[in-house]
């Protein structure tokens, strides 16, 4: 059955969806960022350059939906750290680029902020039954499947 021949609307679906996703954000534990704690635009950057491997300084820009300058801090602050988490270089081919590349403590720095949300929503859905879980799983691997038909997919 195509979405528009549902009885539930896809605009009503769209504003549930993204309610629980507000509701789970909210829910994952936060409180007082220590130093050097991951902003989430530094993550969605880093799992953009890990994904993707090396880009382009615009590129990223342009994924993200963020300003030139807004750009330039949120560089600033992954290459500016002890380890730094990305390391920028000029693009070989055109000079006025800067390409983008995960450094290995940027892969790490992903992975821990990754395995720690993921940790706190584990623990939210493990209240959910079985049965509901299932349905959750087979759903997902569908809504999974729906951006890939706009744009890579980004894990």
Known sequence: MIASDAAVRPDELARQLFSVATHFCLALPRGRRRAGDLKDVEFLTLTLLSSHGTMIVGDIQRLLGVLPAQMSRIIRSLEARDRPLIA???????????????????????????EQRVRAIAELLS?????????????????????????????
């Open 127 to 155: 209240k959910l039954r079985v049965d509901d879980l299932e349905d959750v799983h087979g759903l997902l691997g569908k809504l999974h499947l729906l951006p890939e038909r706009l744009a890579p997919v980004v894990s």
């Open 88 to 114: 920028c270089r000029i693009n070989p081919q055109d000079k006025r680029k800067i390409d983008v590349c995960l450094t290995s403590a940027g892969e790490k720095a992903l992975a821990e902020y990754r």
